[in-house]
């Protein structure tokens, strides 16, 4: 179960070093993040028959774990 801490809408392009860091993936680097993303986001445009752009808005979010307890984070 997770928590929500911060919920933010903006365009791809908007995406920082801290959040592709804390976003925990490959080698925690923007650049990684940004590439990573492309491919999500390119792939599941495409099966919706869609066009995709790095202007386009996503939802940006932090979250806590909360349960199960041992995987909690810290508060």
């Known amino acids: ?4 801490t911060e919920l933010r809408v903006g365009p791809f392009t908007s ?12 080698d925690l680097s923007l650049e990684s993040w940004r590439t ?5 986001w ?13 202007d386009d808005e996503i939802v940006f979010e932090r979250f806590a774990v909360v349960w199960p307890p041992e995987h ?4």
């Open 15 to 26: 995406a920082d070093a801290a959040f592709a860091h804390d976003e925990g993936e490959d």
């Open 42 to 54: 390119e792939r599941v445009s495409a099966a919706r028959g869609a066009a995709w752009s790095e």
């Open 72 to 75: 909690a984070d810290a508060r």
């Open 1 to 4: 179960m997770i928590r929500s």
């Open 36 to 40: 990573q993303h492309r491919i999500y």
